[in-house]
C-alpha cells in the first residue's frame, strides 16, 4: 500500500519478514488507547475485528512517513524498574484531556532493545536505531480527532537502561522514574514473572547487568531479578538532572501524581483530578477496571523469601538506598 494511504496506522510491533527487519502496522483509525497497554488494545482489536487491516513495512519507510503525519511532541516519559506504580501514573495522564498515552508499545519496546544487544555508542548504528526510534513514536503520537495536547510514553523498564540515549534523542523532555523497595519488587516479580525476565536470549539482561548470556542462564530467578533492578537503580541515580523526578513507590498519592503532572508543565483540572482519584482506587493493570487496588507493601515484605531476601541485600540494597539518598537531597525544605 501507498506510505500515503497510512493516516491512522500505527505500528504496533517490531518484526522480521523474509530476512527483512520492519515495523507491523495495523489501521487503528477510531481507536482509543484506553487499556493499561498498548498491547491490551491490540489484543483487544485483533479479537473483536479479525477483519481490520495490518500491512509489514520496512524500516526505511520511517523517515518518509515522519513528515507525512501530524504528531504530538512528547510531553512527559516515564521509566521505572518494574512492579512500581508506574502504570497507575500512565493511567493518571490518560485521565487528562487531549493525551495520548503510549504504555509500552512493543515496536518501540524492541527499537531500544537495539541499543542494547547491538551497541555502537556514536556510531552509525546507534544513530540509525535513533532516528527509528524517534519516527515510530511520531507515528505512535498521530492525531487523530485534532484534540490531542498531550504525549506520554512509559517504557519498558529495561529501556531504563538506554535513558541517556533516549535524552540525547528528546532532551528536553522532562521525565520521571518510579522505583520501590527491592525485597518488594522482586517478590512481585516472583509471583507473577513478567515476560522481560524469561527472554531466553538472554543478550537485554546479559548487558544490562554486565555479564555473559550464558551466565544469566545459569542465574536464579532472585539473582536476576535482583541484578536487573539494581542496574536500573544505578542508572537513575547517575543521570537524574533537573529533568528529572524520582519517585518512590511509598509516595504515590492523588497530592503526588498531581505533582508529577505539574512538573511534565501541566495543570490538571478538577475534574480530571477527581478522575484520577476514582481511578487510584482500582487496581492499575487490570484492563475491565473491575478489580480494587489493594495496598501490599507489608503483604509483600511477609512472603519475600530467603533468596530474596539475599538476593535484595547482596545487590540491590544499596544502590537503592543510593537514590533513595538522591531523591531526598532534592525534595525542597
Given at each position: 500500500m501507498a506510505l500515503t494511504d497510512l493516516q491512522g496506522w500505527m505500528p504496533v510491533d517490531a518484526v522480521v519478514v523474509e530476512g527483512r527487519p520492519g515495523l507491523s502496522w495495523m489501521n487503528m483509525a477510531g481507536v482509543e488507547l484506553a487499556e493499561p497497554f498498548f498491547q491490551q488494545t491490540v489484543d483487544r482489536l485483533r479479537l473483536e475485528h479479525p477483519d481490520r487491516r495490518e500491512t509489514f513495512i520496512e524500516f526505511d519507510a520511517l523517515v518518509q512517513l515522519q513528515k507525512t503525519f501530524d504528531?504530538?511532541?512528547?510531553?512527559?516519559?516515564?521509566?521505572?524498574?518494574?512492579?512500581?506504580?508506574?502504570?497507575?501514573?500512565?493511567?493518571?495522564?490518560?485521565?487528562?484531556?487531549?493525551?495520548?498515552?503510549?504504555?509500552?508499545?512493543?515496536?518501540?519496546?524492541?527499537?531500544?532493545?537495539?541499543?542494547?544487544?547491538?551497541?555502537?555508542?556514536?556510531?552509525?548504528?546507534?544513530?540509525?536505531?535513533?532516528?527509528?526510534?524517534?519516527?515510530?513514536?511520531?507515528a505512535l503520537a498521530q492525531r487523530r480527532t485534532g484534540r490531542e495536547r498531550y504525549l506520554f510514553?512509559?517504557?519498558?523498564?529495561?529501556?531504563?537502561?538506554?535513558?541517556?540515549?533516549?535524552?540525547?534523542?528528546?532532551?528536553?523532555?522532562?521525565?520521571?522514574?518510579?522505583?520501590?523497595?527491592?525485597?518488594?519488587?522482586?517478590?512481585?516479580?516472583?509471583?507473577?514473572?513478567?515476560?522481560?525476565?524469561?527472554?531466553?536470549d538472554h543478550r537485554v539482561l546479559a548487558s544490562i547487568i554486565g555479564t555473559s548470556p550464558e551466565e544469566v542462564a545459569q542465574m536464579s530467578a532472585e539473582e536476576l531479578c535482583a541484578r536487573s533492578i539494581a542496574s536500573f537503580f544505578s542508572t537513575a541515580h547517575r543521570v537524574a538532572n533537573d529533568r528529572a523526578l524520582l519517585l518512590n513507590y511509598n509516595q504515590l498519592s492523588t497530592a503526588?501524581?498531581?505533582?508529577?503532572?505539574?512538573?511534565?508543565?501541566?495543570?490538571?483540572?478538577?475534574?480530571?483530578?477527581?478522575?484520577?482519584?476514582?481511578?487510584?482506587?482500582?487496581?492499575?493493570?487490570?484492563?475491565?477496571?473491575?478489580?480494587?487496588?489493594?495496598?501490599?507493601?507489608?503483604?509483600?515484605?511477609?512472603?519475600?523469601?530467603?533468596?530474596?531476601?539475599?538476593?535484595?541485600?547482596?545487590?540491590?540494597?544499596?544502590?537503592?538506598?543510593?537514590l533513595e539518598q538522591k531523591r531526598l537531597g532534592n525534595q525542597e525544605p
Open positions: 504528531s504530538v511532541a512528547p510531553t512527559g516519559f516515564i521509566f521505572h524498574s518494574s512492579r512500581c506504580g508506574s502504570t497507575l501514573l500512565s493511567n493518571a495522564c490518560r485521565a487528562l484531556t487531549g493525551a495520548i498515552v503510549l504504555s509500552e508499545p512493543p515496536a518501540v519496546d524492541k527499537l531500544i532493545a537495539r541499543f542494547i544487544t547491538d551497541p555502537d555508542e556514536q556510531g552509525a548504528k546507534a544513530m540509525l536505531y535513533s532516528v527509528f526510534l524517534r519516527a515510530a513514536i511520531n510514553v512509559k517504557f519498558a523498564c529495561c529501556s531504563t537502561s538506554q535513558i541517556e540515549r533516549i535524552r540525547r534523542i528528546w532532551p528536553n523532555v522532562p521525565w520521571v522514574f518510579l522505583y520501590r523497595d527491592p525485597v518488594e519488587t522482586i517478590v512481585s516479580n516472583m509471583r507473577n514473572h513478567p515476560s522481560w525476565l524469561m527472554d531466553e503526588e501524581i498531581s505533582n508529577v503532572l505539574n512538573f511534565f508543565g501541566i495543570e490538571p483540572a478538577a475534574a480530571e483530578m477527581e478522575t484520577i482519584a476514582r481511578q487510584s482506587q482500582i487496581y492499575s493493570k487490570a484492563a475491565s477496571g473491575a478489580r480494587a487496588f489493594v495496598a501490599d507493601a507489608e503483604t509483600k515484605q511477609q512472603l519475600a523469601t530467603g533468596a530474596i531476601r539475599e538476593g535484595a541485600a547482596r545487590w540491590a540494597n544499596k544502590p537503592y538506598q543510593l
